[in-house]
């Protein structure tokens, strides 16, 4: 029979609790009945319960720790009163304690619940957060079906260094997918710039070179805002009008893309241009045309970071993407995701580096 949902916070909380911690408290109260039963009748074997209420705090709410506190001192009067002691001044002073100690695990207990819902509540804002900056991946757009995947190196952050997006417009599909040099908020900021002036031009911009164009000011304005001279962005943008035979790319910087076709894997060759924000550093007519790329059905193209070419083993070794590929012997693109999500993990272990990447293949017509 199914079980209802918990409640997110009750599931955020926990989560955060290691499962043999619940458990402190019964082990405590084991021990003190057992040494009651082993040691002589004259010893008030009570006094271990003095902790159990701040014990019982880091897993159970300030109720149960409150009654966790009454037990302690009710059961600790029984013991007491078995041992003919029960109104000795030490007892007393034990009395004593364990009601303080149960005020300050109540105490404790309360904070620690109000701590995790402040958790569960930022944890949920930057969740949103992501969902508004790295949109999720449609599973088709535009005659094309696709697949994708994106991996902080800091599991705790949701949002790195690298991007991507898909835009299903007037002109076909457009897809970018970058990684911004640097780390923490100042490379999700570029992100974010990057993703927004992506969007912004995306659906009115008829040429694909326009447009990186215009993520290359957008960089290039957010370097001088911040007066990093060093800040820029590797991306490639990809464009398929439905229907076509081919794709266009426009690479600036960025990993090579490849072309899979059954056990084939070839490196997409494309001019190789200066990354987002450096392209005032190039000549004024260097930037030339999209690269076209045949697609024919069964085929798929694998844009990734190098999160994913970089990621190396113990032994230093990078992970070698194109023998894997070849190895799995299939182009279809959750197959080929949900592949690399796992063996990237297994090979390199921790991630160093941001990870993403997208699988577009020509979506079947039947």
């Known amino acids: 029979m199914p079980t209802a949902p918990r409640p997110p916070f009750r599931a955020a909380v926990e989560s955060r609790v290691p499962r043999w911690v619940p458990w402190l408290p019964v082990l405590l109260l084991v021990l003190d009945l057992l040494t009651e039963a082993i040691v002589p009748d004259a010893v008030a074997a009570g006094f271990l319960l003095t902790a159990l209420p701040v014990v019982a705090a880091f897993s159970y709410g300030p109720a149960v720790t409150a009654a966790t506190t009454l037990g302690s001192v009710a059961l600790q009067l029984v013991l007491a009163l078995r041992a003919g002691h029960i109104d000795e001044q030490h007892h007393v002073w034990v009395y004593i304690a364990t009601l303080l100690s149960g005020v300050m695990g109540t105490a404790l207990s309360w904070q620690r619940i109000r701590q995790n819902r402040n958790l569960l509540h930022a944890r949920t ?163 030339g045309k999209p690269t076209a790329v045949a697609l024919p059905p069964g085929s798929t193209v694998l844009l990734y970071t190098d999160g994913v070419s970089e990621a190396r083993n113990a032994a230093g070794t990078f992970y070698p993407l194109a023998p894997r590929l070849a190895a799995l012997g299939t182009t279809s693109p959750d197959r080929v995701v949900t592949f690399l999500a796992q063996d990237v993990h297994d090979y390199a272990g921790l991630l160093a580096d941001d990870l993403a990447l997208l699988a577009l293949t020509p979506d079947d017509p039947t």
């Open 125 to 287: 804002v930057a969740e949103t957060l992501q969902r508004t900056v790295l949109r999720p991946v449609p599973d088709r757009a535009g005659g094309l079906r696709m697949a994708g995947l994106y991996r902080p190196a800091q599991a705790e952050v949701l949002v790195g260094g690298d991007l991507y997006e898909v835009c299903d417009t007037r002109f076909g599909v457009r897809v970018l997918l970058g990684d911004v040099r640097g780390k923490g908020l100042g490379a999700v900021r570029t992100v974010a710039d990057v993703l927004g002036a992506f969007r912004a031009t995306a659906h009115d911009t008829p040429d694909l070179v326009e447009i990186a164009d215009q993520l290359d000011r957008a960089v290039l304005r957010d370097a001088a805002d911040r007066g990093d001279d060093e800040l820029f962005a590797t991306a490639v943008l990809l464009q398929y009008r439905p229907g076509s035979d081919c794709v266009e790319i426009v690479n600036r910087g960025h990993t090579t893309p490849l072309m899979l076709a059954g056990r084939t894997i070839t490196p997409i060759a494309c001019p190789d241009e200066l990354p987002l924000g450096l392209g005032h550093l190039a000549p004024a007519d260097d930037h």
